[in-house]
């Protein structure tokens, strides 16, 4: 794994699996506007962000309808070969669809080993067809260069589940098992109820992080995917 403040540093596999008040502050605090895979560099110590809490602009093309996660949402988008995941209020991504490509200004952050984009402001700057998916296996989706992409992957489910945040099905082959996870809400508890561990079930979803304590290098399928839609 390459090691230092460096994108790189996201080529590791995984074992598992979103205002200056004075002129002179100004040249610290100011927006700078950097790429997909900048925002996303981490410390080669404990992963944690190279550019937390800089306030940023991003633009990508958005992969994902906005998914709500407990009491905030999510949107995906991607640009380049890179992903990364934005956090705002539903008015906020209200004006968004899938395909649009945008401009997006707010702060970094990282939330249980993700990096984030806290939007305050965003806008549609021309419109276009969703991005493809990009097809990798269970295990090659864990990789910290695919967070906030959007991928398709298959296997065989090994569990069905779930926890306080939702539901979950695992696929693929132990160590490197994928959990493919859904989102609380009044309808997945019942969306992988139909599905039985032997079967090979082919997903589509956002590659995604929850390792809340560092360092941040695990995880990857703790919350795997916000699927675009459950299966194909």
Request: glycine residues 10%; hydrophobic residues 40%; charged residues 15%.
């Amino acid at each position: 794994m390459a090691r230092g403040a460096n994108p790189g540093v996201g080529a590791k596999r995984a074992a598992c699996i979103l205002f200056c008040a004075a002129a002179g502050s100004c040249a610290l605090f100011a927006e700078s506007a950097i790429s997909l895979q900048e925002a996303a560099a981490r410390k080669s110590s404990d992963y944690t962000l190279v550019s937390e809490g800089r306030a940023v602009a991003v633009t990508g093309q958005v992969s994902i309808k906005p998914i709500r996660i407990v009491d905030v949402f999510h949107v995906a988008i991607q640009e380049k070969g890179y992903g990364l995941v934005l956090e705002g209020t539903s008015r906020i991504f209200g004006q968004i669809s899938p395909g649009d490509w945008v401009e997006a200004h707010g702060r970094i952050v990282q939330r249980a080993g993700l990096p984030v984009v806290v939007v305050s402001k965003i806008a549609a700057v021309s419109a276009g067809a969703p991005p493809a998916e990009l097809p990798l296996s269970p295990a090659g989706v864990q990789n910290l260069e695919r967070l906030g992409q959007l991928v398709v992957t298959q296997g065989e489910v090994i569990e069905v589940g779930s926890n306080f945040g939702g539901a979950y099905l695992r696929i693929g082959s132990p160590p490197n098992a994928l959990k493919v996870f859904l989102p609380d809400s009044p309808e997945s508890r019942q969306a992988f109820s139909g599905f039985s561990v032997g079967e090979t079930v082919r997903v589509t979803g956002i590659a995604y992080q929850y390792c809340p304590i560092p360092p941040h290098d695990d995880s990857l399928s703790c919350c795997f995917a916000i699927p675009r839609t459950p299966f194909t």
